[in-house]
C-alpha cells in the first residue's frame, strides 16, 4: 500500500534561518507531487508541484523553493525565513496517468513557527 | 483566488442530526472533491464526483453536484462527535489533475 512520509511534524526556527522540509512517497512511482500551506482557519495554498524529477512549478512567487531529486521525494526549502512564512506545510501525492479522477493523498504536515 | 467556496464557515449541530455543507466554484471542472482534516492533521479523501455524476453516496455521506449552479453539496446523515473536523471542497480543472483548488472549510462540530 501507499503511504506518505513528511517530517518534521513540528519546526520553530528563527527569522533568518535556512529550511527544509522532506516529503517521501512509498508504494508508487512516478507520482505528481506538491507542496501546499494552510495558514490557521483557513483553506489550503498550492505552493508547488511536480510532474517528473527536476520538474517543479511554482504557484506563488515567495521565499519557498521547491525540488525532486528523486521519483518519490519532494523538498520544501528557504534560503532565509520570514515571519510570514510561518503556518502547516502539507505535501501530497496522487496517482498519474491518463485518468484525472484521482484524488489527492496527503502527509500529516509540519507546523513551522518563524520567531 | 480561489475556486471552491465552502458554505457555512462554521456549522454546530447536535449528534444524531445531519450536516449539510456547500461548496461553490468559478470555472468548469474535470471532478469536485471533498476532503476532511482532523484538528492540526494532513487532510483526508472522502469522496470525489465527476462533472458528468450527479449524486454519489459513500455510506453516510451523500454528494450532489450541479454544474449548471456549480455548485456541490456534502451530507452527512446521523453525524456523530467523530464526525467534527474541517470539511473542504477541491475542484480539479487542470490536465491530468496537476493541480486542485480547495476552499477554505467549513469547520463542523458535532455536540454529544
Same mark, same amino acid.
Given at each position: 500500500?501507499?503511504?506518505? @512520509? ?9 527569522? &533568518?534561518?535556512?529550511?527544509?522540509? #522532506?516529503?517521501?512517497? #512509498? &508504494? ?30 511554482? #504557484? ?44 489527492? @493523498? ?10 | ?8 464557515? $462554521? ?69 456523530? $462527535?467523530?464526525?467534527? $473536523? ?27
Amino acid at each position: 500500500s501507499q503511504t506518505i @512520509h513528511q517530517w518534521p511534524a513540528t519546526l520553530v526556527q528563527p527569522v &533568518g534561518s535556512p529550511l527544509s522540509l #522532506e516529503c517521501t512517497v #512509498e &508504494g508508487t512511482s512516478n507520482p505528481n507531487l506538491y507542496w501546499y500551506r494552510q495558514a490557521a482557519g483557513r483553506g489550503l495554498q498550492l505552493l508547488f508541484y511536480s510532474v517528473g524529477i527536476g520538474q517543479i512549478s511554482s #504557484e506563488v512567487p515567495q521565499n519557498l523553493s521547491a525540488s525532486r531529486p528523486q521519483d518519490r521525494q519532494f523538498i520544501l526549502s528557504s534560503k532565509k525565513l520570514l515571519l510570514s512564512d510561518s503556518g502547516f506545510y502539507l505535501c501530497a501525492w496522487k496517482g498519474r496517468g491518463a485518468r484525472n479522477n484521482s484524488p489527492l @493523498h496527503f502527509g500529516n504536515g509540519t507546523r513551522l513557527t518563524v520567531t | 483566488s480561489q475556486q471552491g467556496e465552502e458554505d457555512p464557515q $462554521a456549522l454546530s449541530i447536535q449528534e444524531g442530526e445531519n450536516a449539510t455543507m456547500n461548496c461553490s466554484y468559478k470555472t468548469s471542472i474535470n471532478n469536485l472533491q471533498w476532503y476532511r482534516q482532523n484538528s492540526g492533521r494532513g487532510l483526508v479523501h472522502l469522496i470525489l464526483i465527476r462533472s458528468n455524476e450527479r449524486e454519489k453516496h459513500s455510506g453516510r455521506l451523500r454528494v450532489t453536484l450541479d454544474t449548471s449552479k456549480k455548485s456541490s453539496s456534502l451530507l452527512i446523515t446521523a453525524s456523530r $462527535a467523530a464526525d467534527t $473536523a474541517s470539511y473542504f471542497c477541491a475542484t480539479d480543472a487542470g490536465n491530468y489533475g496537476q493541480n486542485f483548488v480547495f476552499g477554505p472549510g467549513t469547520r463542523l462540530s458535532v455536540l454529544p
